[in-house]
C-alpha cells in the first residue's frame, strides 16, 4: 500500500531553515508528482508547490518562489522541502501528498510540526 | 492567487442531507474540472473524498457526492451521521498551473 513517512517535528529561531522529508513506498516513486501543502495552526490548508520526481522539476507558489527548494533523492525514495527565512508565520504543519487523479491529492504524509520560535 | 470561498460552518442532523459551496472564477473553479473535496478531522491529514468534481475514490461512501455549475462548486453529504463531523476543503487547479485551496467549513452534525 502506498505509504509517505515524514520526518519529525522541528523546532527553528527566526531567520533560520527547515528541511522536511518524505519517504515514499508502495508505488513507482518516479511515476507521480508529489505536493508540499501546509496548514498553520487553527488556519486552512494553502498549498506550496510540487516536484517532479523523475526529471527534478519543481513549480511552487508564488508567496514561496525565492524561499522554498524542493529536491529529491529517487534512490531511497524520498522527497525534501526546505523553508529558508523562516519567521513566526511559518509555524505550521506540513505535509507531503502524492497526486492522484487530475490535481487531487490522493496520498499523504502523516505532517511534520514545523515551529518558529525565538 | 485568492483562496476558493467556502461558508466557514454548516449543520445537520442526523440523516439529514447538507451541502458545501466554493466559488472560485473561471480560473480556476470554473475553468477546468479540476475540483477536489478534502475532509480533515482534528489532528489528522485531510482525506480526499471526492476529485474531478465529481468522483469518488474507493473506498468512499457514496453519501458524498460532488458538483459544479460554473464558477462554484458543490459537496453534497446525505445521511449525515456523527462521523461526518468535520472540516472539509475544496481544491481547484488553476489557469497558473497552481492549485488553491478554499478556507475551509467546519461541519457540525447536531
Known amino acids: 500500500q502506498v505509504q509517505l513517512v515524514q520526518s519529525g517535528a522541528e523546532v527553528k529561531k527566526p531567520g533560520a531553515s527547515v528541511k522536511v522529508s518524505c519517504k515514499a513506498s508502495?508505488?513507482?516513486?518516479?511515476?507521480?508528482?508529489m505536493y508540499w501543502v501546509r496548514q498553520a495552526p487553527g488556519q486552512g490548508l494553502e498549498w506550496m508547490g510540487w516536484?517532479?520526481?523523475?526529471?527534478?522539476?519543481?513549480n511552487s507558489a508564488q508567496k514561496f518562489q525565492g524561499r522554498v527548494t524542493m529536491t529529491r533523492d529517487t534512490s531511497i525514495r524520498t522527497a525534501y522541502m526546505e523553508l529558508s527565512r523562516l519567521t513566526s508565520d511559518d509555524t505550521a504543519v506540513y505535509y507531503c501528498a502524492r497526486v492522484g487523479h487530475g490535481e487531487s491529492f490522493e496520498y499523504w504524509g502523516q505532517g511534520t510540526l514545523v515551529t518558529v520560535s525565538s | 492567487q485568492s483562496a476558493l470561498t467556502q461558508p466557514a460552518s454548516v449543520s445537520g442532523s442526523p440523516g439529514q442531507s447538507i451541502t458545501i459551496s466554493c466559488t472560485g472564477t473561471?480560473?480556476?473553479?470554473?475553468?477546468?474540472?479540476?475540483v477536489s473535496w478534502y475532509q480533515q478531522h482534528p489532528g489528522k491529514a485531510p482525506k480526499l473524498m471526492i476529485y474531478d468534481v465529481t468522483n469518488r475514490p474507493s473506498g468512499v461512501s457514496n453519501r458524498f457526492s460532488g458538483s459544479k455549475s460554473g464558477n462554484t462548486a458543490s459537496l453534497t453529504i446525505s445521511g449525515l451521521q456523527a462521523e461526518d463531523e468535520a472540516d472539509y476543503y475544496c481544491?481547484?487547479?488553476?489557469?497558473?498551473?497552481?492549485?488553491?485551496f478554499g478556507g475551509g467549513t467546519k461541519l457540525t452534525v447536531l
Open positions: 473561471s480560473s480556476d473553479v470554473g475553468g477546468y474540472n479540476y
Open positions: 508502495g508505488y513507482s516513486f518516479i511515476g507521480q508528482y
Open positions: 516536484i517532479n520526481p523523475n526529471s527534478g522539476g519543481t
Open positions: 481544491s481547484s487547479y488553476t489557469s497558473s498551473s497552481t492549485v488553491v
